[in-house]
């Protein structure tokens, strides 16, 4: 029988919360914000929304590196205005998962002020992993920072602390129990409020081996997907213990409540290994993400990612984009690595690339302003930059920002309705055209296109959970069918395609002349 929890074929819109709306007039966006969105985000039709980490944070990494993990920032609104918004967004039919952040803390969290206060050999260093440097003063290892410099900060009295990401975010010792124990509280803590589940950031990275080996390797290894079995501190078997422990936490309040993992891993199998039965309920799929344009590339990335989750009872996901990489309109639109985008290619592609993501069997993350088509903006001034990426890198690389600006949503003049006093990274004068208000108007743009296919996918029996069986087409042409009665044709060739036979056209990506599927457009059809 189909299993049919909420979750297995949910559509679930990522706020990244600084950028979608600020309601208190500082320029950043807030509680307030979101609960003037939702609404918007019911029509938009998803099933429930993830919001990026609301803590109480220096805000070094944009609020992942938290100093309480049991409150919420002044900078976005209370604790009350936070219990408001769950219970708003579920008269409104929406869910709300939060972020997790377990990994590290900032450097702000009192339990790393009373580590530094007291001393090498204390108790209060266990809950991180402190360390003595080498003989020549070099850091206990070679380990680097995914944001560039090495993983190791020296303290005063002479010992280093780990750091994965920025040295304001110190790694936490997942092999104390009393960590174990705090976030199980924690868990516990916003799950009495409401919340519907948990993104985990860095589920991959919790534990690290005892020993603290030298990697050996360069940057480039530490940064992108480990490519080797037994990683001194990626995707360890020891990570596993630990989702096991959450899960049995979360079946006390029922079935509906969800963990999704955010692990950057080698391969579908290794993903497929955080959502076995008794584990977490899903995980992002970034191999898809990663795909290029490609027919050959994405039909390989389909067919393994959902074999590999599928053998473990699990759905499929599917995501584009996220507020860590380059929006999928400029990457679409860029013939090669380094090369300018081509952004009305990119924004076509994006559109074959929703219909044919919405298609597919699972669930769908929509990341906010993908729905606008929004582009990357790379041509942030420096001085705006915010991303640790930036400094850390010796600017080198420009981050992260770029994929984070405020959301226009009505008006010709910035902040385009994002808040009434501009907003915390400037935006593009041409994104007047993109406002969610000009988009509405528009029967053929972006959003309108999302809304419909979100809202067929939610009514066509054949969408959301199952299976999908790929039909004979051209190789540069992705033709599968869903039962019941359901087909989708993406043509990447270079040239228009006859449709396959159908009985109706149910939605297509551009309009089709001579009833033909021209160069990077997406049909789905009634069978
Ligand atoms: O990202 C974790 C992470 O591993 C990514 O940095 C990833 O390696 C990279 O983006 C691949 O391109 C999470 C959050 O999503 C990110 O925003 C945080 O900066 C990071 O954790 C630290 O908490």
Redesign the pocket.
Same mark, same amino acid.
């Given at each position: 029988p189909v299993n049919t929890r909420w979750w297995r074929s949910a559509a679930i819109y990522q706020i990244y919360i600084r950028s979608l709306t600020d309601a208190s007039g500082d320029g950043v966006g807030d509680l307030a914000g979101i609960r003037a969105r939702l609404p918007y985000l019911r029509d938009l039709g998803v099933d429930a929304v993830w919001i990026? *980490?609301w803590y109480p944070s220096p805000m070094a990494?944009?609020g992942? %590196?938290v100093a309480d993990y049991r409150d919420i920032d002044p900078l976005f609104g209370t604790l009350a205005e936070a219990e408001a918004l769950i219970a708003e967004a579920h008269e409104h039919g929406l869910r709300l998962i939060i %972020?997790l952040?377990p990994?590290?803390t900032s450097s702000a969290h009192p339990w790393f002020a009373e580590a530094l206060a007291a001393g090498p050999g204390s108790p209060a260093r266990e809950r991180y992993i402190f360390r003595h440097g080498k003989e020549s003063g070099a850091p206990p290892n070679d380990w680097k920072s995914?944001?560039g410099g090495p993983a190791w900060t020296r303290v005063p009295d002479g010992e280093w602390y780990l750091h994965?990401? %920025?040295s304001s975010?110190p790694d936490l010792n997942w092999e104390l129990p009393e960590v174990r124990t705090e976030f199980e509280a924690v868990l516990r803590f916003w799950l009495d409020r409401g919340v519907d589940g948990f993104r985990i950031?860095?589920a991959?990275?919790l534990i690290k081996q005892p020993d603290l080996p030298d990697l050996g390797i360069d940057h480039e290894e530490i &940064?992108? *997907?480990p490519d080797r079995a037994n990683h001194p501190h990626w995707d360890r078997d020891g990570v596993h213990e630990i989702y096991r422990s959450w899960r049995r936490v979360v079946e006390e309040y029922g079935e509906d409540r969800i963990f999704v993992a955010?692990a950057?891993v080698a391969n579908p199998e290794r993903l497929a290994r955080y959502v076995r039965p008794g584990e977490l309920h899903s995980a992002f799929n970034?191999d898809f993400l990663r795909a290029a344009w490609d027919p050959v590339k994405l039909r390989e990335v389909i067919d393994s990612s959902i074999g590999a989750l599928h053998a473990v009872g699990a759905p499929a996901t599917w995501v584009l984009s996220?507020? %860590?990489?380059v929006r999928h309109v400029t990457r679409y639109g860029r013939p090669d690595p380094g090369q300018p985008s081509d952004l009305e290619v990119g924004r076509r592609r994006a559109r074959a690339a929703l219909l044919l993501m919405h298609a597919l069997p699972g669930g769908v993350y929509v990341y906010q302003g993908e729905e606008l088509g929004l582009e990357e903006v790379e041509d942030l001034p420096e001085a705006v930059l915010q991303? *640790? &990426?930036w400094e850390r890198s010796g600017h080198t690389e420009r981050g992260?920002d770029g994929c984070r600006v405020p959301l226009p949503w009505r008006g010709t003049e910035p902040p385009f309705g994002f808040g009434p006093h501009g907003s915390w990274l400037p935006q593009p004068g041409h994104w007047s055209a993109l406002t969610a208000e000009a988009q509405l108007r528009d029967e053929d743009s972006m959003l309108s296109l999302y809304r419909k296919a979100l809202h067929l996918r939610r009514r066509h029996p054949a969408l959301g959970e199952g299976e999908l069986s790929w039909l004979d087409s051209p190789a540069d042409v992705l033709l599968f069918s869903r039962e019941p009665g359901f087909v989708c044709a993406v043509n990447l060739s270079p040239t228009p395609v006859p449709l396959p036979p159908h009985e109706r056209v149910l939605l297509t990506s551009e309009p089709l002349p001579n009833g033909k599927l021209p160069t990077d457009t997406a049909a789905w059809l009634q069978v």
């Open positions: 990026t *980490p990494d944009g992942y %590196d %972020d952040v990994n590290h995914v944001f994965l990401f %920025d975010q950031d860095v991959h990275g &940064t992108g *997907p955010e950057w970034f996220n507020h %860590d990489v991303d *640790p &990426t992260r």
